[in-house]
């Protein structure tokens, strides 16, 4: 059974064909992000007006690459929240035209979305329920129990900020450019994430909420303090070059004390609740200090940890598909 999904909360447009809830026949994307890295983030009534420019060419592409037609498909599956208001107005109107010619129109959450990007890989194996995952995206950072692909709690949440959204306004403070999480995790590798010792904000916490805003600030203060202007400019200039070394060190502390946050909490979860199964996923998802610190603790605790292929842990209509499958067979 094929779904169409459609993926346009943010600022992504993007359509995906899945067969059976896992095997992607065609996922296309296109990214704005070279349009509001100019403005240092995402402008929601320019990206409103892009995926109205982009949607059809995108469903086109996922049609021919699947080699199918629409009378292939048996429903569409369409992101309905949470995201930017005039951006999923357009994924939900070309969905609801595409319903017109009988299909029936599923509405998915776009983060429980995220969650189910680990049943897409191929690379991988399958994970299996019950499973803790934690989804940690620019918008959301929650730790979830899934019974199955659509029967979940959520056992925490960030009280504040979003995990995504601190390495984005991070990597502003550092004059990085956005998104910053993917820029930060590559400048770490070459910093020292001992050189400062940030916060790990309600780590010891018996809860299991997050809350970044704290670090963030932190983070602030200490460039501050510095005295320096962060850069990552190459130079002659003795001054400037403490200042690109430093910028290193800054970015992959801050990285350290995120990741340690979220290891720490979810492998706490995942004992408490004596659930084997842990996965990551949404866009932080892709870290790879992350990964390395997770895959080394589920390792020490027993656990299997499960992770999204690389494209698909940033947003991608893949997941909302796969969602969209199970949640139809409910019906
Ligand atoms: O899941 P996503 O594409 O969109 C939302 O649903 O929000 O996540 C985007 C977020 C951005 O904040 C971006 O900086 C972050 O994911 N991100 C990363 C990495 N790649 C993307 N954060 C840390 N390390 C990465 N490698
Ligand atoms: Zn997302």
């Given at each position: 059974m094929n779904i169409l999904g459609i993926e346009t909360s943010c600022d992504e447009t993007s359509v995906a064909i899945v067969s059976?809830?896992?095997?992607?026949?065609s996922s296309v994307t296109n990214s704005q992000q070279a349009i509001h890295e100019k403005y240092g983030g995402v402008i929601p009534e320019l990206g409103a007006r892009k995926h109205i420019e982009n949607i059809g060419v995108v469903y086109k592409e996922a049609l021919d690459i699947a080699r199918?037609?629409?009378?292939?498909?048996a429903a569409i599956a369409v992101t309905?929240?949470?995201?930017l208001s005039p951006a999923l107005k357009t994924g939900i109107a070309f969905a609801m035209g595409l319903s017109q010619y009988g299909l029936p129109l599923i509405k998915v959450n776009h983060v429980i979305a995220h969650a189910y990007?680990?049943?897409?890989?191929?690379?991988y194996p399958n994970p299996d329920y019950p499973i803790i995952t934690l989804i940690v995206s620019g918008g959301h950072t929650q730790l979830v129990r899934f019974d199955s692909p659509i029967e979940f709690e959520i056992l925490g949440s960030t009280i504040d900020d979003a995990a995504g959204e601190c390495f984005d306004k991070v990597a502003r403070m550092l004059n990085l450019?956005?998104?910053g999480g993917p820029v930060i995790d590559k400048i770490s590798s070459l910093?020292?994430?001992?050189?400062i010792s940030f916060p790990r904000p309600?780590?010891?916490?018996?809860?299991?909420d997050f809350s970044f805003s704290g670090l963030k600030t932190a983070v602030l203060y200490h460039i501050r303090d510095t005295k320096l202007t962060p850069s990552l400019e190459e130079s002659n200039d003795p001054q400037k070059e403490i200042s690109r070394l430093t910028t290193y060190d800054i970015a992959a502390s801050f990285q350290e004390a995120v990741v340690d946050v979220l290891v720490d909490k979810t492998v706490r979860l995942a004992i408490k609740e004596s659930v084997r199964n842990i996965g990551i996923a949404g866009g932080?998802?892709?870290?790879s200090r992350l990964r390395e610190k997770m895959i080394r603790r589920a390792n020490e605790h027993n656990l299997d940890l499960f992770y999204p292929e690389l494209n698909y842990c940033?947003?991608?209509?893949a997941m909302v598909a796969g969602l969209g499958y199970h949640m139809l067979k409910q019906d």
């Open positions: 059976n809830g896992k095997d992607v026949l199918l037609g629409l009378n292939d498909i309905t929240s949470p995201g990007s680990l049943f897409l890989s191929q690379a450019p956005y998104p910093g020292d994430e001992k050189a309600m780590i010891e916490s018996n809860n299991f932080v998802s892709a870290n940033t947003d991608n209509a």
